[in-house]
């Protein structure tokens, strides 16, 4: 907006909490209010354009979160999981073939047997429904873009941005000023690198005395197969090729319901060759024998990507400040080898919950709960975290083939006989400080997508039913425009156009014969919010923030 622009003031509404995000944990912690506090005023606001239009996870689903909120869910003839794993297989991958591990040696917390498959994204309509039968508000496509402070410094709630603003910050005609939500008390829910959260961890310092937190690119894709291909309820998991023993990384292939298969990989985002893209590093998994066997002849339905939190125990931040708190991926309650935060995540959202109904009770608002920090680690959370504590930083120090095996003796060591013989271990650098410059690797060249197995960025952006406003200012920002062609560029082959998995950022030549002339461009239009840009950049100079609301993916059930 201009300097001359005079905006209207905000309106706004007052909750007893306000909580931001319609995710696992921000619609566990809404529905648990308003059942042990039932009077409470609740009030979720989402940025999607309906709950579960952002919401990506493989998943399996452990059922902890859900059997607590709604013990008889089984039995409700609309429940959002139907089919419980049937067959539990890990493999290490070669470039032809495979080496299946046997069960047996893997430790109790990684079995699946019991656990669901679905759609995360229809688990969150599903609680969605059942909050809103509860009283509960929920605000889909309206993200939250601004944190209110009190006068002390404590938060107050969230403001909703405004919506009709021009590409160059002129309001246009269809001009809206965003809502003040405003709670005695505000829970931060965005998942993994929120936009409010990472401001919130800074302005509070939440993250002093804790390592850095750690990520992950997933990228995902859902595949209607052959019937005779199809195995109800087996899971499958890799780690292996196409990655090479320094690269961090696994796939997953589970056989849902409808004859339909999920299959997606995950690559740690502190790899270190500026070269390698975790999009073609999936298209071409695909192409492997074990992979392609249940794929050929099938037809793609939906692409998707997102960052997921990989630091665990030792990364998670202090959960609470004056006004709020942090829950479920926003604070890095996901279990690394087990693939799995869903369920960490209700149960974040129930604990905090359970404690600012004390809070309320009390005629407390907008002090620090601090028996949400004090607690989690005695809870099913903080036991589920802490046996699994080194499994990362082993991997990440010794590589694919000594680190796995080390992290399983230690994961084995703490399950019989609760330690580890490490202690708890470090993981070193954040994730944009690993990348080693251009002239020290050997750059990575992927084959071209053959348009059966492998595809292109762009068709799979369209699967993902991606759109924003595009007479919208950019949602990706540049602290420095000049940093991507003058630093990132001769040192790095400026990466971002390669750890996008959606094409959003490209290096354009003036002169492309001679590859002179450079600039860099963003198309934000093809953003599918999964913030590896801002998480992953050497020079910390993308700043991921929130579109107009109701932009980016609609992911039907992801």
């Given at each position: 907006m201009t300097e001359a622009q005079e905006l209207p003031p905000r309106e706004g509404m007052d909750y007893d909490v306000v909580i931001v995000g319609a995710g696992p944990a921000g619609l566990a912690a809404a529905i648990r209010l308003k059942e042990v506090s039932p009077d409470s005023t609740v009030v979720v606001v989402e940025k999607g354009s309906e709950v579960g239009a952002h919401i990506l996870s493989g998943v399996v689903v452990d059922p902890i979160g859900l059997d607590r909120l709604f013990p008889d869910w089984r039995d409700d003839p609309d429940r959002p999981l139907t089919q419980q794993v049937t067959a539990d297989k890990f493999y290490f991958l070669g470039p032809n073939g495979g080496i299946r591990l046997p069960n047996i040696a893997m430790p109790k917390l990684m079995d699946n047997h019991g656990k669901y498959v679905g759609s995360l994204g229809n688990v969150c309509r599903w609680l969605g429904a059942k909050a809103e039968a509860l009283g509960v508000e929920i605000y889909p496509g309206f993200a939250a873009s601004e944190v209110l402070f009190g006068e002390k410094g404590e938060v107050v709630g969230v403001a909703t941005g405004d919506m009709g603003v021009g590409r160059e910050g002129e309001l246009k005609d269809s001009y809206t000023r965003g809502m003040e939500l405003r709670g005695k008390y505000t829970l931060f829910a965005e998942g993994a690198r929120g936009s409010l959260s990472k401001q919130i961890i800074a302005k509070f310092g939440l993250d002093e005395g804790r390592d850095p937190q750690k990520y992950g690119i997933g990228l995902k894709e859902i595949w209607q197969i052959d019937p005779a291909r199809h195995r109800a309820g087996e899971i499958q998991h890799t780690f292996g090729w196409p990655l090479d023993s320094r690269t961090g990384g696994g796939s997953f292939l589970y056989h849902i319901e409808n004859h339909q298969v999920v299959v997606g990989f995950v690559i740690h985002l502190n790899y270190t060759n500026p070269t390698l893209s975790p999009f073609d590093e999936f298209q071409r998994f695909k192409t492997h024998p074990m992979i392609a066997e249940t794929l050929e002849g099938g037809k793609r339905l939906a692409y998707g990507a997102r960052?997921?939190?990989?630091?665990?125990?030792?990364?998670?931040?202090?959960?609470?400040?004056?006004?709020?708190?942090?829950?479920?991926?926003?604070?890095?309650?996901?279990?690394?080898?087990?693939?799995?935060?869903?369920?960490?995540?209700?149960?974040?959202?129930?604990?905090?919950?359970?404690?600012?109904?004390?809070?309320?009770?009390?005629?407390?608002?907008?002090?620090?709960?601090?028996?949400?920090?004090?607690?989690?680690?005695?809870?099913?959370?903080?036991?589920?975290?802490?046996?699994?504590?080194?499994?990362?930083?082993?991997?990440?120090?010794?590589?694919?083939?000594?680190?796995?095996?080390?992290?399983?003796?230690?994961?084995?060591?703490?399950?019989?006989?609760?330690?580890?013989?490490?202690?708890?271990?470090?993981?070193?650098?954040?994730?944009?400080?690993?990348?080693?410059?251009?002239?020290?690797?050997?750059?990575?060249?992927?084959?071209?997508?053959?348009?059966?197995?492998?595809?292109?960025?762009?068709?799979?952006?369209?699967?993902?039913?991606?759109?924003?406003?595009?007479?919208?200012?950019?949602?990706?920002?540049?602290?420095?425009?000049?940093?991507?062609?003058?630093?990132?560029?001769?040192?790095?082959?400026?990466?971002?156009?390669?750890?996008?998995?959606?094409?959003?950022?490209?290096?354009?030549?003036?002169?492309?014969?001679?590859?002179?002339?450079?600039?860099?461009?963003?198309?934000?239009?093809?953003?599918?919010?999964?913030?590896?840009?801002?998480?992953?950049?050497?020079?910390?100079?993308?700043?991921?923030?929130?579109?107009?609301?109701?932009?980016?993916?609609?992911?039907?059930?992801?």
């Open positions: 960052a997921l939190t990989e630091g665990g125990w030792q990364s998670v931040p202090k959960l609470t400040f004056p006004g709020g708190a942090l829950i479920g991926c926003a604070a890095g309650f996901m279990n690394v080898p087990r693939i799995k935060g869903s369920h960490n995540a209700m149960l974040s959202g129930i604990f905090a919950a359970e404690r600012l109904a004390e809070a309320l009770a009390e005629g407390r608002a907008h002090d620090e709960v601090r028996d949400i920090e004090g607690d989690w680690r005695d809870t099913d959370i903080g036991r589920d975290l802490k046996r699994v504590r080194n499994v990362k930083p082993l991997w990440s120090k010794f590589g694919t083939f000594v680190g796995v095996g080390l992290g399983g003796i230690d994961m084995w060591t703490n399950q019989l006989f609760g330690f580890s013989f490490f202690g708890t271990l470090s993981h070193g650098k954040p994730d944009y400080a690993t990348l080693k410059p251009l002239s020290e690797v050997t750059p990575i060249v992927y084959p071209k997508p053959d348009g059966k197995l492998s595809f292109d960025k762009l068709s799979s952006v369209f699967l993902s039913n991606t759109n924003h406003e595009e007479d919208q200012p950019i949602h990706l920002r540049l602290k420095d425009p000049s940093v991507p062609i003058a630093q990132n560029l001769p040192k790095y082959g400026e990466p971002a156009r390669l750890y996008c998995p959606a094409g959003v950022y490209e290096v354009v030549y003036g002169d492309e014969a001679n590859r002179r002339d450079p600039r860099f461009v963003i198309n934000a239009q093809n953003c599918v919010h999964c913030k590896t840009c801002d998480i992953k950049d050497p020079a910390q100079n993308i700043v991921w923030t929130t579109p107009e609301g109701g932009g980016g993916p609609n992911y039907p059930n992801m």
